[in-house]
């Protein structure tokens, strides 16, 4: 084992992964000699083959809501119990395999730049080709090397910098890398998009349904974490929340209310100012040389998630004025 990686830990999250946790966790055992595995309330076996290989198992009290913030959170704690003096703590999804080399990667350049508090690298989509709704996936992980935004739940961070925020949210149910690496950059940390191979990841979306939940999870999101920091400097995911509700509410709603009045002809307007959106789309993904195929999917899928992401939205405003606990929407 390369001594640097003695230098980190390995917290995996998962909830009914199943056979995808398997690869998961033989990757980080590869790579790490600490590897805490949190499970959130699984019922396929997964603590069960966890302690099998070794790793250190933390079962989450279903008395509380489950999210992967809270496990992120436990997995860190448990980590500081057991080696107190882990500088860096890889995270991963139960759904993905860490890449080999990645670790040491991470490590050296943690090390070179001391204003990182969170580096990530390149995810994948394992297959890609089984379904559209995974290629989108593939699509969505692509972006360019140096500093971002947000790292994703796939990330190493340098445990000084987690402890400094405190941690994730534990109630930011979706989008929770977001709020957490926007506190971290409050505190002058710098995150870091890596340009190597980090992850390769299953989605497993193989329907519809499964999309349009993802999808509803996503607008739950930006609703949840714009209300949290949507009035900072950089008003997060404001825009977001604002094409949702335009694209997603207010053209359709004005659209058939003035469809009587209109003959029709507002419907059509409408139908062509989604196409014009769609061709927008689809042209920014042309410049940046994808395939066409792929510029097609992800120009439709995207006019159409604004959807189901309205749903998801509406949901935490409905949620947070019942004054209700923000539970998980799961889509696998």
């Given at each position: 084992m390369n001594p640097g990686f003695s230098e980190v830990a390995i917290v995996a999250i998962g909830r009914n992964e199943g056979e995808r946790l398997k690869p998961c966790l033989r990757a980080a055992l590869r790579d790490g000699p600490i590897v805490i595995y949190v499970d959130s309330g699984s019922a396929d076996g997964s603590a069960e083959y966890a302690r099998s290989l070794g790793c250190r198992v933390v079962e989450l009290d279903a008395s509380r809501p489950f999210s992967a913030a809270r496990a992120r959170n436990e997995g860190f704690a448990c980590v500081m119990e057991q080696a107190p003096d882990t500088p860096f703590v890889q995270f991963v999804d139960g759904d993905c395999e860490l890449e080999e080399g990645w670790i040491e990667q991470?490590?050296?350049?943690l090390k070179e730049k001391s204003h990182a508090g969170v580096g990530c690298g390149r995810v994948r989509e394992m297959y890609p080709e089984t379904s559209v709704y995974n290629r989108i996936c593939d699509l969505e992980w692509r972006q360019?090397?140096?500093?971002?935004?947000?790292?994703?739940?796939?990330?190493m961070a340098r445990a000084r910098a987690f402890r400094e925020v405190g941690g994730f949210r534990p109630d930011v149910i979706a989008a929770e890398d977001d709020e957490f690496c926007i506190r971290v950059r409050r505190q002058g940390?710098?995150?870091?998009?890596i340009d190597v191979p980090m992850a390769s990841h299953d989605a497993a979306?193989?329907?519809?349904?499964?999309w349009w939940r993802r999808n509803r999870?996503?607008?739950?999101?930006?609703?949840?974490?714009a209300a949290l920091h949507g009035?900072?400097?950089?008003?997060?995911?404001?825009?977001?929340r604002r094409r949702i509700l335009i694209w997603g509410l207010a053209l359709p709603f004005a659209a058939l209310?003035?469809?009587?009045?209109?003959?029709g002809i507002s419907l059509l307007a409408l139908l062509c100012l989604y196409g014009l959106q769609f061709a927008h789309i689809v042209l920014g993904c042309r410049k940046r040389e994808w395939a066409s195929r792929d510029a097609w999917a992800y120009g439709f899928f995207t006019v159409i998630s604004r959807f189901p992401a309205l749903q998801g939205l509406l949901?935490?405003?409905w949620r947070r004025m019942r004054r209700r606990p923000m539970t998980i929407i799961e889509y696998k």
């Amino acid at each position: 084992m390369n001594p640097g990686f003695s230098e980190v830990a390995i917290v995996a999250i998962g909830r009914n992964e199943g056979e995808r946790l398997k690869p998961c966790l033989r990757a980080a055992l590869r790579d790490g000699p600490i590897v805490i595995y949190v499970d959130s309330g699984s019922a396929d076996g997964s603590a069960e083959y966890a302690r099998s290989l070794g790793c250190r198992v933390v079962e989450l009290d279903a008395s509380r809501p489950f999210s992967a913030a809270r496990a992120r959170n436990e997995g860190f704690a448990c980590v500081m119990e057991q080696a107190p003096d882990t500088p860096f703590v890889q995270f991963v999804d139960g759904d993905c395999e860490l890449e080999e080399g990645w670790i040491e990667q991470a490590v050296n350049t943690l090390k070179e730049k001391s204003h990182a508090g969170v580096g990530c690298g390149r995810v994948r989509e394992m297959y890609p080709e089984t379904s559209v709704y995974n290629r989108i996936c593939d699509l969505e992980w692509r972006q360019p090397a140096g500093e971002v935004r947000t790292s994703g739940g796939r990330f190493m961070a340098r445990a000084r910098a987690f402890r400094e925020v405190g941690g994730f949210r534990p109630d930011v149910i979706a989008a929770e890398d977001d709020e957490f690496c926007i506190r971290v950059r409050r505190q002058g940390w710098k995150i870091l998009m890596i340009d190597v191979p980090m992850a390769s990841h299953d989605a497993a979306i193989a329907s519809f349904r499964q999309w349009w939940r993802r999808n509803r999870r996503a607008g739950h999101a930006y609703a949840q974490v714009a209300a949290l920091h949507g009035g900072g400097d950089e008003r997060y995911f404001i825009r977001d929340r604002r094409r949702i509700l335009i694209w997603g509410l207010a053209l359709p709603f004005a659209a058939l209310a003035a469809a009587p009045f209109t003959h029709g002809i507002s419907l059509l307007a409408l139908l062509c100012l989604y196409g014009l959106q769609f061709a927008h789309i689809v042209l920014g993904c042309r410049k940046r040389e994808w395939a066409s195929r792929d510029a097609w999917a992800y120009g439709f899928f995207t006019v159409i998630s604004r959807f189901p992401a309205l749903q998801g939205l509406l949901e935490y405003y409905w949620r947070r004025m019942r004054r209700r606990p923000m539970t998980i929407i799961e889509y696998k």
